[in-house]
């Protein structure tokens, strides 16, 4: 086998190969062997047809299995010998055909890991936001505690108003005829909620209870019942009981149901938690700035086995978060295609900046030590609430451990930049008030 091997960029080599005649018809004949144990041609016993019968009938599938192990069998100890950092799978771009009594040759372009050195990395001049608690984030999050908590209760008023829960009987006509579905009994409706054929919900507020009515309304154009879409209706209604949402008082009682004794301490609590969130938000927007500043000065061609396998890393995350709030990325309308689309940038930058630290780190001698790794080890089992020895389990895997390693390494580079960095706090940035048109014509 002779190899010869060519740069096409940075990130891709070519791989230009020739397998001896020799070599080719001993696969030849392996492969006619292996195909004649069942063979079956009209006229011959199985396992008595002859070569040249066999190449009759069966020489597209010798062509294919031999091709498949030469290919196999000289490309990767190629990559061996040649010590070429290949990732993904190989493109063939040229073969020449089996022939018996001619070399095989053909050529296969694989693209590799970039040979990075990292330079102008020290003494990087980065804006960190200064944290700021604002106490009205705290204030917020104890009135959504509130509302989750509330209850349906009966109302003295007499008239429903938006935001009210109303208990109704309907029945809905079309041309004069009831329709199947149009009607209900004790029907539990939010108004307000828009759960309801538009300008329905807003016909309701005002009634009274004990009051009937006649709502008229429209069917959409594209609802989902043909005969009925885009048709006028007629539903008589009849409220039969208004009930609002009652909020509890915020009190000690109140912080009880969330496992703590006062409401002081509840909003301790939501305090140090929202601090926390700040830090690591401040935190992680002055490395992503860290690293932006990194690629600027360092910018690198990334193979697109990279980023697709970090796309793919990316989707499983955002699956994988979905899922555990009880939904899935296909009610946000995200598909794996226009994931791909929409994030292949930010995949870019996260490639070339892992590329980069992992570059700097080798440069520095920077990598993790056994005794970080226990400590993260009890770091992780902290943060998931998983028993430890469960955490070690997973991380005695092979490919679980080297990620983890790196995931170490990298950390420590990040606090290396950081130290040698000239940091300057800064103010936070107001966000921008956007103008609601609407609210403005009703004022």
């Given at each position: ?13 070519k ?55 030469l ?10 010998e ?34 990075v ?160 969130q ?44 979905m ?33 980069i ?73 107001k ?7 609407k ?5």
């Open positions: 086998m002779n190899v010869k091997v060519e740069d096409v960029s940075s990130i891709k080599k791989l230009i190969f020739e397998v001896a005649p020799e070599q080719v018809d001993k696969e030849i004949g392996r492969a006619y062997k292996k195909i004649g144990k069942t063979a079956k041609v009209k006229g011959f016993r199985a396992g008595k047809v002859p070569d040249s019968v066999l190449e009759k009938y069966y020489g597209a599938q010798m062509e294919q299995e031999v091709l498949t192990r290919i196999n069998d000289t490309y990767f100890k190629a990559l061996d040649n010590d070429i950092p290949a990732i993904g799978e190989p493109n063939i771009v040229d073969s020449s055909g089996i022939n018996k009594g001619e070399a095989f040759t053909y050529e296969a372009e694989v693209e590799i890991k970039p040979e050195t990292a330079k102008d990395y020290t003494k990087l001049a980065l804006e960190k936001e200064k944290l700021v608690v604002d106490a009205k984030v705290v204030e917020g999050r104890l009135e959504e505690m509130r509302t989750s908590r509330s209850q349906l209760e009966v109302t003295t008023r007499k008239k429903a108003r938006k935001g009210d829960s109303v208990v109704i009987d309907f029945e809905g006509f079309v041309d004069g005829e009831a329709f199947e579905g149009g009607k209900g009994e004790d029907y539990l409706l939010e108004l307000g909620s828009g759960s309801f054929i538009p300008g329905f919900e807003e016909q309701v507020v005002g009634m009274k209870r004990e009051e009937s009515k006649d709502v008229e309304v429209s069917f959409p154009e594209e609802y989902g019942q043909a005969e009925l879409a885009g048709k006028p209706a007629v539903f008589k209604v009849t409220l039969k009981e208004i009930k609002e949402k009652v909020v509890p008082e915020l009190n000690d009682e109140f912080a009880k149901g969330f496992g703590v004794d006062t409401l002081d301490e509840l909003k301790g609590e939501l305090q140090k938690s929202h601090e926390t700040e830090k690591n938000r401040v935190e992680n927007d002055l490395r992503e700035k860290l690293v932006s500043a990194l690629i600027e000065r360092n910018p690198i061609e990334v193979p697109e086995t990279m980023i697709a396998k970090q796309l793919d890393y990316m989707y499983e995350n955002i699956s994988n978060r899922q555990s709030q009880g939904m899935s990325v296909a009610m946000l309308g995200i598909t794996p295609e226009n994931f791909r689309e929409n994030y292949r940038d930010t995949a870019v930058e996260q490639v070339s900046g892992n590329l630290l992992e570059a700097i780190g080798r440069q520095e001698s920077i990598q993790a030590d056994e005794s970080e790794i226990d400590a993260k080890l009890e770091e992780i089992s902290s943060m998931a609430n998983a028993p430890l020895e469960t955490v070690k389990k997973y991380y005695a895997a092979p490919e679980a451990r080297v990620g983890l390693m790196a995931q170490i390494a990298e950390e420590k580079v990040i606090s290396f930049l950081l130290d040698s960095a000239k940091v300057k706090e800064v103010s936070p940035k966000p921008k008030k956007k103008t609601d048109k609210t403005e014509e009703d004022a």
